[in-house]
């Protein structure tokens, strides 16, 4: 993603943040190793992104993804209703995507493929 010029935000050890926002819409933005991570919320909702990404960073302290062949993603809703929570990844010529309706259910399933 593009992050010239947008604001930072800390997420604690050590992970600063990208954030952007409109039309009632917020998202931040970070990489870990090969993975790229949103967070999505929305003002519209009172749904804020920041607390989920802080808790989200907290996790990923504890669990590790898998190691992408070349980038993964890991997409998270504030809202965290429904199959919200995504994490897609290849390894050779399989792609990966799990969903669950909690991020850190997400990130500890993500996890425990190996």
Known sequence: YQNAGLPKVDL???????????????????????????????????????ALAVS???TFQSYALPA?????SV?????????GQKITWQEGNVVY?????????AIAMGASVK
């Open 12 to 50: 604690g050890n050590g992970i600063k943040g990208t954030t952007q926002s409109g039309a009632g819409q917020e998202y931040i933005y970070w990489n870990e190793g090969r993975w790229s991570i949103s967070v999505h919320g929305s003002k519209v909702d009172n749904t804020r992104p920041k």
């Open 56 to 58: 989200a960073v907290n």
């Open 68 to 72: 992408p062949q070349s980038k993964g």
């Open 75 to 83: 997409a998270l809703d504030a809202d965290q209703s429904g199959l």
């Open 97 to 105: 995507t799990l969903k669950a309706n909690d991020a850190s259910t």
